[in-house]
């Protein structure tokens, strides 16, 4: 019978162990790469003291007390716990101690064509490894079950694992991309295709907040990375660090087409605003146009409204006709020259 946690009683412990039963999606322990045991997580600490396996554990939306027991467990920093219960934290990488406390931001499409932003956060430890998921995220039982199905891969600990689970969190990043530059196409057609309009100028906000919450998630994973590979972290080691330079590789890929798409996102506003402009400046040019053709029959009017006495058209018998053949004439010719120069 497993030893109680100080300061739980019988009652409390057991409650304890049901809720954690809805929080905990696996808890296992690994020798040689292969699948040993299903172990209960107040019965970690017991799996610990075997030499040669690792404990992997997943949590979903664990509560306090759950992350207080996998503190206990692990004997982890209150501050990474603090961070994992928490969550809405920034993607970083922390070393505590003998254990290292990883957050990652995982992205997904809706059904809504949205993106989706949730978090996974890490503990790793010399034999040990706890994924902890927050919001919006996939599963990640088939990358458990593809690493089972790979136990000489496996075998090379829990670094292998929490590689399997960031490689497979930086490969969601490619079709969210891939949908935020089907996108930016679309805006280029609606600006080149159709009328300029505030809601393409809308759109184009819209997908520029949505590259930016992207990059705020994707540019951390550089420094990441970079620190999985080096030899200050001796828990991962030798044979599975050229792993995470696979995973810097994609993220690199991914940071570029964001950067990319950045940049042609600025230059299709700048065209947008260009053409917005012109189209001002064509509605201008027209108002022009017909003002200078109004403003021939209202000169002529205001002319011969002055009431003159000795103006001789007035008593001319043919003055009316011809000064109104004369208007009309001089409106149709500004109007063919305005026309032509395409002004109307």
């Not at 304890?16 to 809805?22: G, I, R």
């Not at 070393?95 to 956060?121: C, L, P, W």
């Not at 009017?301 to 006495?309: D, P, R, T, V």
Request: glycine fraction near 4%; charge should be negative; aromatic fraction near 10%.
């Amino acid at each position: 019978m497993p030893v109680l946690p100080t300061g739980l009683t019988v009652t409390s412990f057991r409650k304890l162990n049901q809720t954690n039963m809805s929080e905990v999606v696996n808890c296992a322990a690994y020798a040689a790469g292969r699948r040993v045991a299903n172990v209960a997580l107040p019965d970690v600490h017991t799996m610990l003291k075997q030499p040669d396996q690792f404990v992997w554990i997943g949590l979903h939306e664990p509560s306090e007390e759950t992350l207080n027991q996998v503190k206990r467990e692990f004997n982890l920093h209150e501050l990474a716990i603090e961070d994992a219960h928490t969550a809405h934290q920034r993607p970083k990488i922390e070393t505590y101690g003998d254990s290292v406390f990883i957050v990652m931001r995982t992205a997904q499409i809706n059904k809504e064509n949205r993106i989706d932003f949730g978090e996974t956060h890490f503990f790793i430890g010399r034999n040990f490894i706890v994924t902890v998921r927050h919001g919006s995220s996939i599963p990640y039982t088939d990358v458990r079950f593809r690493c089972e199905n790979t136990p000489h891969l496996l075998r090379k600990g829990q670094g292998f694992a929490l590689y399997a689970i960031m490689d497979s969190i930086v490969d969601q990043y490619f079709p969210v991309v891939n949908a935020l530059e089907e996108d930016l196409d679309n805006i280029e057609k609606k600006i080149f295709d159709e009328k300029p309009s505030r809601e393409t100028t809308l759109n184009i906000y819209h997908l520029k907040h949505d590259l930016l919450e992207v990059k705020r998630a994707v540019s951390p994973l550089i420094d990441i990375c970079n620190r999985l590979t080096r030899f200050d972290i001796d828990i991962i080691s030798e044979e599975t660090r050229p792993y995470f330079r696979d995973i810097y590789d994609h993220v690199m890929r991914i940071n570029e087409m964001i950067d990319n798409a950045r940049e042609l996102l600025g230059s299709a506003l700048e065209a947008n605003f260009s053409l917005i402009s012109i189209s001002q400046s064509e509605v201008s040019k027209k108002f022009a146009g017909w003002a200078a053709i109004i403003g021939v029959p209202t000169m002529v009017a205001g002319i011969y409204g002055m009431n003159f006495s000795d103006m001789p058209e007035l008593h001319w018998h043919y003055g009316y006709p011809v000064v109104l053949t004369l208007t009309i004439l001089l409106c149709i010719i500004l109007y063919i020259v305005f026309r032509r120069s395409g002004w109307i």
